[in-house]
């Protein structure tokens, strides 16, 4: 049988400080708000919430027109805070295999033209569901003002600083331009 050796050295060592445990703080990342892309997600919820709140403050349960326009102002405006965390806490970062530009742009593609669909139907059921002149045909009137003119405006990405003639066929461009911005310098 082998013998042990007489003189054997060891060292023994503490885990680093933290090792095992991952320790993840979340701190908000404040040039996201100021980047083009923060302040349009701003906006995409305050001008979603105006238009959800005009209507579920009339009874719009019951008028099946209104159930439509609750369902895509509510679900977008919901969809839309998430995708602010995310990018606000640069949780975007931590997925890196999800492609964020092309979510986002299939997203705000898919938002425009379901408030399209909810503007017409909600303009389309303002005068036969409520008198003219009422509250309630004041706030779905309102609400349809600003699904067709502020909501779809801003998920499509018409910006004031893009002076494009044809905005239209140019907003996936202009709105994958400012996130492939935002992804570049926020790196």
Same mark, same amino acid.
């Given at each position: 049988?082998?013998?042990?050796?007489s003189?054997?050295?060891?060292?023994?060592?503490?885990?680093?400080?933290?090792?095992g445990?991952?320790?993840?703080a979340? %701190?908000p990342?404040?040039?996201?708000? %100021?980047?083009?892309?923060?302040?349009?997600m701003?906006?995409?919820?305050?001008?979603?919430?105006?238009?959800?709140?005009?209507i #579920?403050?009339?009874?719009? +349960?019951?008028?099946?027109?209104?159930?439509?326009?609750?369902?895509v102002?509510?679900?977008?405006?919901?969809?839309?805070?998430?995708?602010?965390?995310?990018?606000?806490?640069?949780l +975007?970062?931590?997925?890196?295999?999800?492609?964020?530009?092309?979510?986002?742009?299939i997203?705000?593609?898919?938002a425009?033209?379901?408030y399209?669909?909810?503007?017409i139907?909600c303009?389309?059921?303002?005068?036969v569901?409520?008198?003219k002149?009422?509250r309630?045909?004041?706030?779905? #009137?309102?609400?349809s003002?600003?699904?067709?003119w502020g909501?779809?405006?801003v998920?499509?990405?018409?910006?004031a600083?893009?002076?494009?003639?044809?905005?239209?066929?140019?907003?996936?461009?202009?709105?994958?331009?400012?996130?492939?911005?935002?992804?570049? +310098?926020? %790196?």
């Open positions: 049988m082998a013998e042990f050796p003189k054997v050295s060891t060292r023994t060592s503490s885990p680093a400080q933290g090792a445990t991952s320790v993840f979340l %701190r990342d404040l040039s996201f708000v %100021r980047s083009n892309f923060g302040v349009l701003l906006l995409q919820l305050v001008l979603g919430l105006l238009v959800w709140a005009l #579920a403050d009339t009874p719009y +349960h019951l008028y099946p027109a209104y159930g439509w326009v609750m369902f102002a509510v679900f977008l405006w919901l969809v839309t805070i998430v995708f602010f965390i995310l990018y606000l806490f640069q +975007h970062m931590k997925l890196y295999m999800v492609p964020w530009p092309l979510v986002l742009m997203f705000n593609v898919a425009t033209i379901l399209i669909t909810a503007f139907t303009s389309a059921a303002v005068d569901t409520s008198l002149g009422s309630q045909y004041n706030q779905r #009137a309102a609400a003002v600003s699904m067709s909501s779809p405006a998920y499509r990405g018409d910006t600083k893009s002076r494009s003639p044809d905005l239209n066929s140019q907003a996936p461009l202009i709105i994958g331009r400012d996130l492939l911005s935002y992804h570049l +310098h926020s %790196r």
